[in-house]
């Protein structure tokens, strides 16, 4: 059967044709097509939902009897709404968008978050496919932060933690939630092009002083946040995914250094890249536990 996956994030929406052999065999999931566009979060709600639609009417949707969709924004698990999305997508708070999208396409929408979606196609297809429990951090234009409690997925076992959004240095940064001194002001790849650099690959290999000086602050501040996870969720897995994880070659290494100088929990890579989120949703389309999705 096919379905169609999307991952919407505050940079790009990434909307993939997936065909899934048997629903509960995660190995039987196949991305036959793979497209990506600008999001243009700056516009808004109504411009984010018209891209959703846009990015899925490049498939024969039509073909699909299930619609799943990953986005940013701390979503409910089990109405698809957006209850609470910072200044990133303005207005996109409150958004019923497993209604919206059901309505226009006439399919089964199924709406998690960004970094839950991520963590579940991790979980089931890829770096964290014999772990008990993880935690899986999603380093892009933001923070994203999601727990898995076993192999269920239902809102008792499947958690958007918002470790993002805890306050990692008092008075800090200005952060679009409204607070300041949030995580993803320090970790992620916003905060990094915060120093000139829009191509964190220049900025990796630069030999500038303080450049050198924002990555070894960025690696005491991620072992920091994972610290914090660890210590109220105590999970037997982290995974490291998103955005800036696709240039790990540059700094994975130099980062275990800091995290391994003083914990012991394992730590891993993403293995599924940029299609993590669409591979998570449409798994936890067919196999999640859902009231009224």
Known sequence: MLTIGVDVGGTSIKCALIEVGEAQNADTYKILKFVSIPSQASGGRDVVVANIIKSIERFRWQDCEVIAVATAGTVDWDSGEIVYATSTIPNYTGTKLSKILSEHFGRRVVVVNDAVGALIGESFMGAGKKAESIIMFTIGTGLGASFLAGKNLDSNCVADTALGHCILHEDGRQCTCGKRGCAEQYVSA????????????????????????????????????????????NPSLIIIGGGVIEMA?????????????????????????????????????????????
Do not use: C, M, P
């Open 249 to 293: 070659e540059y700094w994975w290494q130099n980062f275990l250094k800091e995290y391994r100088s003083g914990n012991s929990t394992s730590i891993a890579r993403a293995s599924l890249g940029n299609k993590a989120g669409a591979l998570g949703s449409v798994y936890a389309g067919f196999n999640g536990l859902f009231k009224n999705q």
């Open 190 to 233: 916003t905060a990094l092009k915060r120093y000139g650099n829009e191509n964190l690959y220049h900025f990796f290999h630069s030999s500038d002083v303080l450049h050198k000086k924002v990555l070894l602050d960025f690696y005491k501040d991620l072992s920091a946040v994972i610290v914090r996870s660890i210590e109220i969720y």
